[in-house]
């Protein structure tokens, strides 16, 4: 994993910033995974009080969220304030009238604003793959969830957009794909940030276009942009478009470009504390290593 770029914050929040607007007419694989994944939630038995949307983008969740636990708070977090803005802009005005919408919350995954053990539940759909140490996030995660809380996520694996990295081998110095971390890392990351009993698996989706500017429209429409402090910072010109295009000309099948994207669900819990015969907790005493 260390050979992952260094993901520039800043750009990554003026990027979805601009993006606020267009994300949800673009970002239709974006809502399927959520959709998928709010579906597994029919299957484990959990009723949070209080749920974190941790990188919640436009609240694509919210309305799936509060149907399943409706006495539940909803905490939107997100890097983004354009986002957080637009995602109140879309709640009915009735619901406002009732003061039913979650408590938006600006920050970051890898510090979250947020007490130790103050939610029930952290919920993350496609959001992971923009921190940049992956156990810190989780840490933060298990520190602000309470014991028993549950971590439901979703993000993105290594197989990712593999077509246009493809392309533009041998164009860019530095890739302009992201670059993703596969589901068995994630695995033993979660594990050694103190959750338990991980379940994690992949899907795989396809999406087709006509040509590489339509591919190239719909990740500017999402804020899906090249965010590494390393990034070309010229802009992409015709030139390179040129050459990308021809480079992914030679993948076009049944006339359309594929752009292939891995998706990984996940969820985990963290674990009550285990207390010995006398209702106090065990503490694990480790032996020094020796020098």
Same mark, same amino acid.
């Given at each position: 994993?260390?050979?992952?770029?260094?993901?520039?914050?800043?750009?990554?929040?003026?990027?979805?910033?601009?993006?606020?607007?267009?994300?949800?007419?673009? *970002?239709?694989?974006?809502?399927?995974?959520?959709?998928?994944? &709010?579906?597994?939630?029919?299957? /484990?038995?959990?009723?949070?009080? +209080? #749920?974190?949307?941790?990188?919640? =983008?436009?609240? !694509?969740?919210?309305?799936?969220?509060?149907?399943?636990?409706? =006495?539940?708070?909803?905490?939107?977090?997100?890097?983004?304030? @354009?986002?957080? +803005?637009? *995602?109140?802009?879309?709640?009915?005005?009735?619901?406002?009238?009732?003061?039913?919408?979650?408590?938006?919350?600006? =920050?970051?995954?890898? @510090?979250?604003?947020?007490?130790?053990?103050?939610?029930?539940?952290?919920?993350?759909?496609?959001?992971?793959?923009?921190? !940049?140490?992956?156990?810190?996030? %989780?840490?933060? /995660?298990?520190?602000?969830?309470?014991?028993? @809380?549950?971590?439901?996520?979703?993000? %993105?694996?290594?197989?990712?957009?593999?077509?246009?990295?493809?392309?533009?081998?041998?164009?860019?110095?530095?890739?302009?794909?992201?670059?993703? #971390?596969?589901?068995?890392?994630?695995?033993?990351?979660?594990?050694?940030?103190?959750?338990? $009993?991980?379940?994690?698996?992949?899907?795989?989706?396809? &999406?087709?276009?006509? $040509?590489?500017?339509?591919?190239?429209?719909? &990740?500017?429409? #999402?804020?899906?942009?090249?965010?590494?402090?390393?990034?070309?910072?010229? &802009?992409?010109?015709?030139?390179?478009?040129?050459?990308?295009?021809?480079?992914?000309?030679?993948? +076009?099948?049944?006339?359309?470009?594929?752009?292939?994207?891995?998706?990984?669900?996940?969820?985990?819990?963290?674990?009550?504390?285990?207390?010995?015969?006398? =209702?106090?907790?065990?503490? $694990?005493?480790?032996?020094?290593?020796?020098?």
């Amino acid at each position: 994993m260390s050979d992952r770029p260094v993901i520039d914050k800043r750009a990554v929040r003026r990027s979805f910033d601009r993006a606020a607007t267009t994300y949800d007419a673009a *970002a239709v694989l974006q809502h399927e995974v959520c959709r998928r994944s &709010l579906e597994r939630l029919d299957f /484990i038995r959990h009723q949070p009080a +209080r #749920i974190l949307d941790a990188g919640s =983008g436009t609240g !694509n969740a919210w309305r799936g969220l509060a149907a399943r636990y409706p =006495g539940s708070q909803i905490i939107a977090l997100d890097l983004a304030p @354009g986002m957080l +803005r637009q *995602a109140r802009a879309a709640i009915p005005w009735h619901r406002r009238m009732l003061k039913k919408m979650p408590a938006a919350l600006c =920050g970051d995954l890898e @510090g979250l604003p947020l007490a130790q053990g103050s939610v029930n539940m952290v919920w993350s759909n496609l959001a992971l793959q923009w921190v !940049n140490t992956l156990p810190r996030a %989780f840490s933060e /995660i298990h520190r602000v969830l309470s014991p028993g @809380g549950l971590f439901m996520f979703t993000t %993105f694996g290594p197989d990712t957009l593999k077509e246009l990295r493809m392309a533009q081998a041998g164009v860019d110095v530095q890739a302009r794909a992201s670059r993703f #971390i596969d589901m068995h890392d994630i695995g033993d990351m979660l594990v050694h940030a103190g959750f338990a $009993d991980p379940v994690i698996d992949m899907e795989t989706f396809t &999406l087709t276009y006509s $040509d590489v500017k339509a591919l190239m429209r719909d &990740l500017k429409a #999402i804020g899906a942009h090249n965010a590494a402090e390393d990034r070309p910072r010229g &802009l992409s010109g015709k030139a390179w478009l040129q050459a990308v295009t021809r480079n992914y000309e030679a993948l +076009r099948r049944d006339r359309m470009l594929p752009a292939t994207y891995e998706v990984v669900y996940g969820h985990a819990w963290r674990p009550a504390p285990r207390l010995g015969p006398g =209702g106090r907790p065990v503490i $694990d005493i480790k032996p020094a290593g020796r020098n």
